[in-house]
């Protein structure tokens, strides 16, 4: 007998190969490759001092901090490698972080658009929508440092501060789901399958970060060189983006009335042309 979630899950995944949603996460994770390497050239400006006092790698950083803290360690040994100008890079720094998280956040409007068959619109308040995206990502930067922190203590505790790393991810998706665009009759309950989703994938990407990537972060640079670690940590971001776009997909899906067609191509073709007018 078949389940009527799963055919709506179902439903969903096909309503995203239809809308390029591959396309979409990569084009989402490009923007948050530049973000990231201008949050770690802030992160590195503002704690330079742990340049000079941390001689771990770049698999202790992964490990400890994730994608971000691997960031922040390669642009703390560009500082640490001759930079005397910290408050130069401090303000370059700030400046970049507001431009390339303004792309990330056109980015997922263009992806919740798409997903919502809705009309696409400007953002009304680009430096708000930036910071707001910063402080999101800050906010899982802590929880993952706090599962990190916890699970090197004990294994029983180390399965608790997971559980609980999961409903803070879901919180945090739940608050970005929300922010970005959707019918104005919704409710913030049809929101939550997609946070649940984001949760879960964001919970294993750490897991796998720790547990895999780190260490392909560690021999990458000796292998293949600094091209082989970004590609390393493209694909990290693009297992992120790719959750992301499936998390607005089950949501838009699971509101729809059972059996409703997709709006016409119009809106779809419209929403790519945003995303395109988003980098002139």
């Known amino acids: 007998m078949e389940r009527p979630w799963a055919r709506r899950v179902f439903e969903s995944f096909e309503r ?5 949603a591959g396309l979409l996460a990569g ?8 973000w990231l390497v201008a949050f770690g050239l802030l992160v590195a400006a503002v704690a330079s001092f742990w340049s000079r006092t941390d001689e771990g790698g770049l698999a202790d950083a992964g ?4 994608l971000s803290g691997v960031a922040a360690r390669s642009a703390a040994d560009a500082v640490h490698g001759g930079s005397h100008a910290r408050w130069y890079l401090l303000v370059s720094g700030i400046v970049l972080v507001a431009y390339f998280g303004l792309g ?8 919740a658009f798409i997903a919502w068959q809705l009309k696409p619109t400007r953002v009304r308040k680009p430096v708000r929508s930036s910071a707001m995206f910063t402080g999101i990502f800050v906010l899982g ?3 993952t440092m706090l599962m990190t922190w916890l699970r090197e203590h004990t294994a029983v505790i180390g399965l608790v501060a997971t559980a609980g790393g999961v409903l803070a991810y879901a919180a945090l998706a739940l608050l970005a789901l929300s922010w970005l665009p959707r019918p104005q ?7 939550l399958p997609g946070a649940a989703l984001a949760a ?3 919970t294993g990407f750490h897991l796998f970060v720790v547990y895999y990537l780190s260490d392909k972060l560690e021999r990458s640079p000796d292998l293949y060189g600094t091209l082989g670690a970004a590609t390393v940590v493209l694909l990290g971001l693009y297992l992120i983006a ?3 776009v499936s998390a607005m997909f089950l949501n838009a899906t699971l509101a729809r009335p059972g059996g409703s067609p997709d709006a016409d191509d119009e809106t779809t073709r419209a929403a790519f042309d945003a995303l395109t007018a988003s980098n002139d």
Do not use: C, P
């Open 16 to 20: 995203e190969q239809r809308s390029g």
């Open 63 to 66: 490990k400890s901090f994730g």
């Open 27 to 34: 084009g989402l994770a490009y923007r948050l490759f530049f």
């Open 185 to 191: 009759d919704g409710t913030w309950r049809q929101l």
């Open 200 to 202: 879960v994938g964001m």
């Open 141 to 143: 930067f802590v929880v």
């Open 242 to 244: 790719r959750v992301i």
């Open 104 to 111: 990330a956040v056109r980015a997922m409007r263009v992806a």
